[in-house]
Antibody, heavy 128, light 110 residues
Framework: QVQLVQSGGEVKKPGASVKVSCKAS????????FTWVRQAPGQGLEWVGW????????NYAQKFRGRVTMTIDTSTSTAYMELRSLRSDDTAVYYC?????????????????????WGQGTLVTVSS | QSVLTQPPSVSAAPGQKVTISCSGS????????VSWYQQLPGTAPKLLIY???KRPSGIPDRFSGSKSGTSATLVITGLQTGDEADYHC???????????FGGGTKLTVL
């Protein structure tokens, strides 16, 4: 069965960096990309960005550009998200999720990406 | 402020039906498919609906989705206490070139 297992919680000081890992199993790793989503305490979900399975294409939300880097290590079936220059408002649970989309062979149409499997989440706490 | 607008909370009695709306614009819902996620307390989100109205295997047909214009709707029938959760809509925004979520709706089964 498909599983995404994330690294443990982190406590960081403002200005530091954090790197969260997401190890995948149970499917052909190279066939799917990843998205990263965060959720601040008591808040909704926020899209951080996504990366294609071969590292060729990463897309980050504007508010994170310059501070975030997403990578994939196919040798270990692991996705990573690094966030730099941490601030207190970066305190949140960070989730990785597998990107999927439907395909209709009759029309050749690809549907919109959706996120079919999720990691358990990693709490990143930024505090002085 | 979320790009997609959901009601903060909805409630209904066990066995009843509830509708959760997700309102957007032509740059997101109007031109892209919507997915819905269920987040039980203290857990990660779970895919409920994709491509506006498709259910992954294992999701009961009590859950259904639809889209019309710049709005999407999640309907849950035959409510159970185990349905108490936060529900989030999501789609792509072609102008912002990012994925966007609604603010989430907390469902209470009275």
């Amino acid at each position: 069965q498909v599983q995404l297992v994330q690294s443990g919680g982190e406590v960081k000081k403002p200005g530091a960096s954090v790197k969260v890992s997401c190890k995948a199993s149970g499917y052909t790793f190279a066939s799917y990309g990843f998205t990263w989503v965060r959720q601040a305490p008591g808040q909704g979900l926020e899209w951080v960005g996504w990366i294609s399975p071969n590292n060729a294409n990463a897309n980050y939300a504007q508010k994170f550009r310059g501070r975030v880097t997403m990578t994939i290590d196919t040798s270990t079936s692991t996705a990573y998200m690094e966030l730099r220059s941490l601030r207190s408002d970066d305190t949140a649970v960070y989730y990785c999720a597998r990107k999927s989309r439907s395909y209709d062979p009759l029309t050749g149409y690809y549907g919109q990406y959706y996120f079919d499997y999720w990691g358990q989440g990693t709490l990143v706490t930024v505090s002085s | 402020q979320s790009v997609l607008t959901q009601p903060p909370s909805v409630s209904a009695a066990p066995g009843q039906k509830v509708t959760i709306s997700c309102s957007g614009s032509s740059s997101n819902i109007g031109n892209n498919d919507v997915s819905w996620y269920q987040q039980l307390p203290g857990t990660a989100p779970k895919l409920l609906i994709y491509d506006n109205n498709k259910r992954p295997s294992g999701i009961p047909d009590r859950f259904s989705g639809s889209k019309s214009g710049t709005s999407a709707t999640l309907v849950i029938t035959g409510l159970q206490t185990g349905d108490e959760a936060d529900y989030h809509c999501e789609t792509w925004d072609s102008s912002l070139t990012v994925g966007v979520f609604g603010g989430g709706t907390k469902l209470t089964v009275l």
